[in-house]
C-alpha cells in the first residue's frame, strides 16, 4: 500500500507525492504551487499551452509574497524546480493523484477523466476540483471508482484554509483518508461532504450572490453599498458582488444552473442580471468588468 494511503502526511518534503494537475486556469495553477510548496513533484497541464508561463509566473509572485511574509522558508525559484508543466496530457505520466481543475462543463470534464483512467496507475488517486458537478456521475468514466473522489479548492489556493473533499457512493473509504490525510498535509482544513449538488460551500454561497444580485437589479441599492453591508455588517472578507466578480460570473453561472437543474428549485435559478452580464461578456475581474470596472483607476 503506498504510503499516503489511510496515514497522515507527516512533513512536508519527508514523502514526496507525484501529483498531476490538469488546468492551469486560476485554480490549477493554486493547486499546484500548494502542492510544490508542500514538497511535492507536480506535472501542470492545459489543453491551452499558452497558458503555461503566465501561470508559472503567476506562482513565482504567490510564492514570493508568502516568502516576504515569512509563510514559506524556501525561495521561490526552489519551489518552482518541482512544478513541471507539460503540453499535451499524454505527457503527465505515472502519478500518485491527479487532480482536474478544468472549466465546469460536463462533457470536458467526462472525456478527460476518460484520457487520465487510461494513464493513471492502479494505484492512484482520481479527483476533480469541479465546484457543483456530481462526482458519481464524473466516477462512471474511470475503472475502479473507488479511488475517484471530489476535492474541491478555494480561490485563492495558497490563502484559503478548506478542501471540501466528496465522497461519491462508490468512493471507497480508504481513499477519502488518503486524500484527508493528503489535503491535511498541504497545510488545509478538510471537510467530507456527500456528492449533494453545490456540495456544502456553493450550496450555502450562490443562495447569497444571488440575493445580492436581485438587490442590485430591483435597484433597492448599489453594487457598492450592498458590498459595505455585507463587509462592515456581516463582516465578509468581500461583498458578494466583489466576490462574484472574483470568481467570475460565467463560473458562477455555471454553477447556479447545475445547482438549479439539480434540485429544480427557483432560489438557485440565475437572475436575469447576471444572465445579460454573462451574455455580453461582463465576466468579472477576468474581463476586465462585471459589477465593478478593473485595471482602471
Ligand atoms: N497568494 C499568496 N498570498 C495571497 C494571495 C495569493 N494568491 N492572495 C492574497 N494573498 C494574501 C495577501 O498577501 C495578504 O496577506 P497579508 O494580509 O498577510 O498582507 C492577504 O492574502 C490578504 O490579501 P490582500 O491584502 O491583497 O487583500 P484582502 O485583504 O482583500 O484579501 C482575499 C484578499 C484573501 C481574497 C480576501 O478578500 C478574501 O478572503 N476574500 C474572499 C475569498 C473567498 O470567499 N473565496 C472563495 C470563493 S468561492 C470558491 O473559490 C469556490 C467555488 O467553487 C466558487
Given at each position: 500500500m503506498p504510503w499516503w494511503r489511510g496515514r497522515p502526511v507527516c512533513c512536508p518534503g519527508d514523502d514526496r507525492l507525484k501529483a498531476a494537475v490538469i488546468g492551469a486556469g486560476t485554480m490549477g495553477r493554486g493547486i499546484a504551487q500548494v502542492f510544490a510548496q508542500s514538497g511535492h513533484d507536480v506535472v501542470l497541464t492545459d489543453m491551452n499551452q499558452e497558458v503555461l508561463p503566465s501561470a508559472l509566473k503567476n506562482i513565482w509572485d504567490s510564492l514570493e509574497r508568502l516568502r516576504k511574509k515569512s509563510l514559506?522558508?524556501?525561495e521561490p525559484s526552489q519551489v518552482l524546480t518541482r512544478i513541471r508543466t507539460v503540453?499535451?496530457?499524454?505527457?503527465?505520466?505515472?502519478?500518485d493523484i491527479y487532480i482536474e481543475a478544468i472549466f465546469e462543463k460536463l462533457n470536458a470534464k467526462m472525456d478527460l477523466f476518460r484520457i487520465i483512467d487510461r494513464i493513471a496507475p492502479k494505484s492512484s488517486i482520481i479527483a476533480s476540483n469541479t465546484s457543483s458537478i456530481s462526482i458519481n456521475l464524473l466516477s462512471t468514466t474511470v475503472k475502479a471508482p473507488g479511488r475517484f473522489i471530489g476535492m474541491h479548492f478555494f480561490n485563492p489556493v495558497p490563502v484559503m484554509k478548506l478542501v471540501e473533499i466528496i465522497k461519491a457512493e462508490r468512493t471507497e473509504q480508504s481513499t477519502v483518508e488518503s486524500v484527508v490525510a493528503i489535503a491535511r498535509g498541504l497545510g488545509k482544513e478538510p471537510v467530507t461532504s456527500k456528492d449533494f449538488p453545490g456540495f456544502i460551500s456553493n450550496r450555502i454561497l450562490m443562495p447569497i450572490l444571488k440575493e445580492a444580485m436581485l438587490c442590485l437589479q430591483e435597484g433597492v441599492s448599489t453594487a457598492q453599498e450592498i458590498d459595505r453591508t455585507a463587509k462592515l455588517g456581516l463582516n465578509h472578507p468581500m461583498g458578494p458582488l466583489e466576490l462574484s466578480d472574483f470568481i467570475g460570473l460565467d463560473v458562477v453561472m455555471d454553477i447556479m444552473e447545475v445547482l438549479y437543474t439539480e434540485f429544480?428549485?427557483?432560489?438557485f435559478k440565475p437572475p436575469i442580471i447576471l444572465r445579460n452580464m454573462v451574455n455580453s461578456g461582463m465576466l468579472g475581474r477576468k474581463s476586465g468588468i462585471g459589477f465593478y470596472r478593473y485595471g482602471e483607476e
Open positions: 514559506i522558508e524556501e503540453k499535451q496530457i499524454d505527457e503527465i505520466g505515472q502519478n429544480g428549485e427557483e432560489r
